[in-house]
């Protein structure tokens, strides 16, 4: 890794250039048709570069804030690399995201520029009065200027020069912005610095085992962590060939892309693995993967079963590993040559100090259960929540981060997972806010009051469940709950939606107010809500 500039987009693309791996396929882009346009590293330097100039155009620099708003496509790789190598900070959004989350993400941070597409244009178009720091938007899929402020990507990109002196970047001068949701309040935007690449760079070889003669795939999309630390920029600072695939899951497809594109290195999360292990067996016969090294996965806690099917199935090990937004990267993780065991988030690596921290701040003896944290001053730390900096510095006690998680450590080191210290609900590796979700829910003129919920699901890992008080004469029919689902995917995304919705007479709160959301978990699951004494009457 440079000594002197620790750009991130710099060190992707023309550092890998420099080192004679320009003619080398960087991005294997597969289509939703399956239509393959392969870009080498020297073309992803050149596309970046043009973006970095047209951002120097629009007057956009080191400091200011872009996002991107789009599904998967090849313009989302070149708009990030061209922004970090402007130095501006570069958030990106998920494409599903409805009108509220987009008001919340792209207000608090006051991105200057957002990149989409026309049809996702149609959401923001209602909010942007709403958003007086948004000063350019940029179609990627318009021939035309359309307005003043929204622009052509290919227009401008035709514009603009091939060439572009990245600047000699500081390890903490900031990068890349994600949002994440808490039990309340609003989303916090977890600001990273350039420097992570270093971490995500030493994970991917340590971690993920990956080499300069790979092929890997990460089934992530870009508006996570995971799609932006392991889908760009671990990987491609090693100069790894990658597969990215427009498509979303389609278990015949995937196994056609594993086989065909020779992938030796896989990365996904458990939600996909366990919607692989239900197809019908007929869809696995015939399946030959000889290249296919290993699996990792992300998200959520693996279940040892989904292990075992794996194994039969591909005749491969499935590597679990434990991050989250704020770390920016792997943190604790099985891999290969680390004896697996079933069950276990794997142990530390290098350059992490992970405990298991008591309430009272004491380190817990192995087998004890306490709070996951991690010994400040790792590479890929977050370095702030964005416009909130007491949220921040209540997250670090005693010089340790504290995740929210809950877990244990065993004799011979191996982290075993136990569940979040507050509310927020891991639905297919994403998290999910209660509060947004009861928020939307609230907006429906039905709605009198609603409590939000996640439990264990076999396939999702947890679901949402919502707990609903409607107005007087309003009952809970087929089109009511149907309607209740359009409304929160449209609102928040198609992450959010409830997978149940319950009708009750009222739902639990405290004096102050508060929803007791473990009381509706409890009331769900059977089990003793415990005290109650603070209940409302």
Known sequence: MSADNHNIAYLCTGKICENGLADKVAMRWISPQFERTDVTFAELDEQSNRFANVLSSLGMGKGDLLCTFLPKCMEQFFVFLGS????????????????????????????????????????????????????????????????????????????????????????????????????????????????????????????????????????????????????????????????????????GNWMDLLAGEGVTVWYTAPTALRMLMREDGETYEGVDLPALRHICSVGEPLNPEVMTWAGKTFGREIYDTWFQTETGAIMIANRPGLPVRPGSMGTRISGVEPAIVADDGTICSPGEHGNLCVKQGWDSMFITYLNNPTAYASKFRNGYYHTGDMAWQDEDGYFWFLGRSDDVINTSGHLVSPFEVESALLELPEVAESGVIGVPDELLFEKVVAYVHFHRGIDL?????????????????????????????????????????????????????????????
Not at 495 to 522: C, D, F, H, T, Y
Request: hydrophobic share 35%.
């Open 477 to 537: 029919t087929a089109e009511l709950e149907l309607k209740i689902r359009i409304h929160v995917a449209n609102r928040l995304s198609s992450l959010a939606i409830p997978q149940e919705v319950i009708g009750v007479p009222s739902v639990p709160k405290n004096k102050s107010g508060k929803i007791m959301r473990r009381v509706l978990k409890a009331q769900y699951l059977g089990q003793d809500a415990g005290d109650i004494s603070t209940l409302e009457e």
């Open 84 to 251: 970090l190598k402007r130095e501006m900070i570069t958030g990106t959004l998920f494409s599903n995201f409805g009108e509220d989350a987009l008001l919340d993400r792209l207000g608090d941070s006051g991105a200057q520029v957002l990149v989409t597409k026309r049809s996702l244009y149609k959401k923001v178009e209602r909010i942007r009065p709403r958003l007086p720091h948004l000063r350019h938007v940029i179609l990627v899929d318009v021939a035309d200027h359309l307005a003043d402020d929204v622009l052509s990507y290919a227009r401008l990109m035709d514009a603009a020069a091939a060439t572009f002196e990245t600047p000699a970047t500081s390890a903490g001068t900031p990068s890349v912005l994600h949002y994440t949701s808490g039990s309340t309040g609003k989303p916090k935007g977890v600001l990273h610095r350039h420097g992570s690449i270093l971490q995500q760079s030493r994970t991917c070889r340590e971690v993920l085992g990956l080499t300069p003669d790979d092929i890997f795939w990460c089934t992530a999309d870009q508006g996570w962590v995971t799609g932006t630390s392991y889908g760009i920029i671990g990987p491609w600072s090693l100069g790894v060939t990658q597969v990215h695939y427009g498509g979303g899951y389609d278990a």
